[in-house]
């Protein structure tokens, strides 16, 4: 299994969804938390079974929320781009390839 690298930007968009989730709910933020880590797990277990998006990239979806981990396979890691919400501006991310 290849190891996953985040982008910096991906990592501030996580942590955004976390605050944002949290002052929601305690609750929530973790979920939140929890299923972007399922979602990882799923990109390394499985980078081939996730929807093709323009770069070469795909998205995995969460599964309990509006998210997506959208990522790209490298000879020896993967690159997670951004950490989306999927009903926000679409393909602003593209500019980070």
Do not use: N
């Amino acid at each position: 299994m290849k190891p996953l690298r985040l982008q910096v930007a991906a990592i501030l968009e996580a942590e955004a969804a976390v605050l944002h989730y949290q002052q929601q709910s305690a609750a929530l933020g973790a979920e939140f938390k929890m299923e972007l880590e399922r979602g990882c797990a799923r990109v390394v277990s499985g980078p081939h079974l996730h929807s093709f998006l323009p770069g070469g990239c795909r998205c995995c979806r969460l599964q309990r929320l509006p998210f997506g981990i959208i990522y790209r396979e490298h000879e020896v890691f993967l690159e997670v781009i951004a950490v989306m919400h999927l009903q926000r501006k679409a393909g602003y991310w593209t500019e980070r390839l």
